[in-house]
């Protein structure tokens, strides 16, 4: 699996993760205290984000960070 499909597909969990909470990209980004631009290319794939950054993501989303890499 090449960085680019990993990125790509951890992008696309946080998205369904997002979907099935009802919480809009904005709302998202909010309770990471990221823009909401920075939200968008993270879910598009288009960003290797740290561990620190998948962690908030996973508190704000209330899921382990083992479940943004469940795809």
């Given amino acids: 699996m090449s960085d680019n499909s990993l990125q790509i ?3 696309q969990q946080i998205q369904k993760l997002r979907e099935s909470k009802g919480l ?3 709302d998202l ?5 990221f823009e909401k631009s ?3 290319r ?3 794939g288009r960003v290797n ?3 620190s950054t998948l962690e908030k993501v996973a508190k704000a ?3 382990s960070l083992v479940e943004l ?3």
């Fill in 42 to 44: 993270l879910e598009a």
């Fill in 69 to 71: 890499f469940n795809f």
């Fill in 61 to 63: 989303l209330d899921v």
């Fill in 29 to 33: 980004a909010a309770k990471c205290n």
């Fill in 9 to 11: 597909n951890v992008g």
């Fill in 24 to 26: 809009s990209q904005q």
């Fill in 49 to 51: 984000p740290t561990l």
């Fill in 38 to 40: 920075n939200m968008s």
